[in-house]
């Protein structure tokens, strides 16, 4: 994955940080934003979404990807979170794989608004399971 430059990696943590003011966590009250970066340039923002049947919830990073996907943007380059009560908060394993499914080369920023981590996808799911697995059956 090609290196983003300083701005573009300042303007996706502050759109995964700025989503946060639509987080619908009223039962968690753990509120998260993200912010996908298409190949485009256009950055596609998400929160999490809660319901109160739990496992409902969708994560902020899935709602970014469903979004872009949905409106017809298929590659990207990278992920920024944010979460309003943590610093450096790590996608969890559902949204690992949904990323890895649509986009193994990403890079994930987590971010606490005023600093930032960097890791790859692969890097935070190793061993994946993935499409390759689903040809010999
Ligand atoms: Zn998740």
């Known amino acids: 994955m090609d290196e983003l430059n300083q701005d573009t990696i300042a ?3 502050k759109t995964a940080k700025e989503a946060v003011k639509y987080a619908q966590a009223k039962y968690s009250h753990f509120k998260v934003g993200a912010a996908l970066l298409a190949d485009s340039g256009e950055i596609f923002p998400g929160t ?6 739990y496992s409902l919830t969708l994560c902020a990073e899935r709602v970014a990807l469903v979004k872009a996907l949905s409106e017809g943007t298929t590659r990207f380059k990278a992920i920024s979170i944010f979460a309003e009560k ?9 949204c690992r794989q949904l990323l890895y499914d649509y986009a193994p080369d990403i890079d994930v920023y ?4 005023s600093e930032y981590k960097k890791y790859s996808l692969k890097e935070l ?4 399971f ?8």
């Open 11 to 13: 303007k996706l943590n």
């Open 48 to 53: 999490n979404v809660e319901s109160s049947s």
């Open 86 to 94: 943590l610093d450096f908060c790590p996608p969890c394993g559902a």
């Open 110 to 113: 987590l971010t606490n608004g």
């Open 125 to 128: 799911l190793p061993h994946a």
């Open 130 to 137: 993935d499409e390759s697995q689903l040809k010999n059956i």
